[in-house]
């Protein structure tokens, strides 16, 4: 878009509007910490430039975190700005891939909690589990968990989570983290003594262990239908890139 084209358009905008293109473009001229491992087969310079800039706009008017959907259209609108070729899935509620680049397909997730560590991931919502309701045993969520876990890990190749920090009332650092499936396919190894007898809430957990140790929690969620899991140690994970962006602060109670 030639500059002359931006102030064309610019005249089109009322008042509101033109206030609105103000803040955009004071934000995109903001200095932020950026952080790229150039062994990354993902994140380029310009995938770096195009995210970075998404989340630059976004934050100028809004105090919220990247969520899920949004992190989904800028991670494939960032891939294709870095001359990948880059789709959606077709459907919002599929359980594989959310997003296919160069014929590689991603799960993308997010995680900003208020309670985000900085050492281990969480994935809240790994993938819908309305099969736990009808375990009772550890013999069951052993028998309907392990196939339709792995089965789940066949419909995408990699997965990646954009994690998100408050830093004081001003700034939010994002890491665009990839979780390795090998990590999670640990389950495998899963048998009934892993797991726990049915909780108050109908689910039950199971701990991942490898030649590590403790790799990760598997969480069958009863109250809510959904598999999660917490404690993958980041250190194990590969950090593709971080950015730390200016936000308007939160809003006062």
């Given at each position: ?12 905008l ?5 206030e609105?293109?103000r803040?955009?473009?004071e ?6 910490e ?6 990354s087969?993902?994140?380029?310079s ?11 706009i976004?934050?100028?008017t ?5 969520k899920?959907?949004s992190?989904?259209y800028a991670?494939?609108?960032?891939a294709?700005?870095?001359g ?5 899935t ?5 359980q594989?891939?959310?997003a296919?680049?160069n014929?590689v397909?991603?799960?993308?997730k997010?995680?900003a909690s ?17 099969w736990?309701?009808d375990?009772?045993t550890?013999?069951?969520?052993a028998?309907?968990c392990?196939?339709?876990f792995?089965?789940?890990l ?5 997965i ?7 830093v ?16 999670l ?5 899963l ?9 108050r809430n109908?689910?039950s ?15 069958l969620?009863?109250s ?16 593709h ?8 602060p939160?809003?006062?109670?």
């Open positions: 878009m030639t500059l002359e084209l931006l102030v064309a358009q610019a005249q089109l009322d008042s509101a509007q033109l609105m293109l803040e955009m473009a934000a995109l001229q903001q200095p932020c950026v952080r790229v491992d150039p062994a087969d993902l994140v380029s310009e995938f770096s430039d195009y995210l970075l800039n998404r989340l630059k976004h934050h100028a809004s105090e919220e975190k990247f899920k959907a992190f989904e991670f494939i609108a960032a294709r700005y870095a990948a070729s880059a789709s959606k077709k459907s919002q509620t599929f594989g891939a959310d296919a680049v014929g397909r991603w799960s993308l997010t995680e208020a309670k985000i560590s900085r050492s281990s991931i969480v994935v809240s919502k790994f993938s819908e589990a309305r736990i309701r375990c009772e550890p013999g069951d969520f028998r309907e392990l196939p339709r792995l089965g789940h066949d419909e995408y190749d990699r990646a989570t954009l994690r998100a920090f408050s004081g009332r001003e700034f939010v650092r994002y890491e665009l983290v990839e979780i390795p499936k090998g990590l396919m640990g389950v495998s190894k048998t009934e003594r892993d797991f726990t007898p049915r909780t109908g689910g957990s199971a701990l991942v262990r490898d030649f590590n140790g403790i790799a990760f929690k598997l969480v969620d009863g809510v239908e959904k598999v999660t899991l917490s404690r993958l140690p980041v250190q194990r994970c590969w950090v890139a971080s950015w730390v962006v200016p936000t308007i939160a809003t006062e109670e």
